[in-house]
Structures are given as C-alpha cells and as structure tokens.
C-alpha cells in the first residue's frame, strides 16, 4: 500500500518559517520524481516545487528565493524549507511522487496558514 504522508504545517506569523516533510512507503522512492504542490481556498492546486531523481530542481516564480525542496533518499522523505512566509503562501500543502511510466500518488495534505 502506497502512503505519502506530509507534516510540518501550522500557524506562523508572515515573515516566519516552516519546514515541511513527506514520508513515502509502498514505493521505490529513489526512481519518482517528487513535487509539493499547494491550493488555496477557490483556487486550483499548483506546483511550488519538483526535485528530480538526480536532485535537480525547478520552483513556481511567487516562492523563488523563498523556498526549498530537497529529498533524502535514504529516508524516503522529500522536504520543503519555507522562509519569508506571506500570507499568500496560505494553503493546503500536498505532497506528489510521479514515476516515469506516469503513475502517481498523493499526500493528504498539510494546512499552512500565515498571518499578516
């Protein structure tokens, strides 16, 4: 059985930071790329940042500088380092493992609210 399961969000004040993390079991972790996408309330999910299986990574523009994704293979955690949180950064966070063949799963989702 497939499980991603996130952690690591709250209630932080703007300017404040969160890291947030993503156990995965049922899967070869090291051969899927890996993702955190968010969605705020009325909108659609949208990426925020993917991490390669060679490590190389890619960020949407709004959190460049701000945010970054890592993974530890031999953990089977990927983790997302949030500093200079906004209120806009207001969202649930969710947690992707994607393989080259196309198959795909999903965390739950972990709330993260900043407060202006």
């Known amino acids: 059985q497939v499980q991603l399961v996130e952690s690591g969000g709250g209630l932080v004040q703007a300017g404040g930071s969160l890291r947030l993390s993503c156990a995965a079991s049922?899967?070869?972790?090291?051969?899927?790329?890996m993702g955190w996408y968010r969605q705020a309330p009325g909108k659609q999910r949208e990426l925020v940042a993917g991490?390669?299986?060679?490590?190389?990574?890619n960020y949407a523009d709004s959190v460049k500088g701000r945010f970054t994704i890592s993974r530890d293979n031999a953990k089977n955690t990927v983790y997302l380092q949030m500093n200079s949180l906004k209120p806009e950064d207001t969202a649930v966070y969710y947690c992707?493992?994607?393989?080259?063949?196309?198959?795909?799963?999903w965390g739950q989702g972990t709330q993260v609210t900043v407060s202006s």
């Open positions: 049922g899967i070869s972790f090291s051969i899927y790329v």
């Open positions: 991490i390669t299986i060679g490590g190389r990574t």
């Open positions: 992707k493992a994607e393989s080259s063949w196309r198959q795909a799963y």
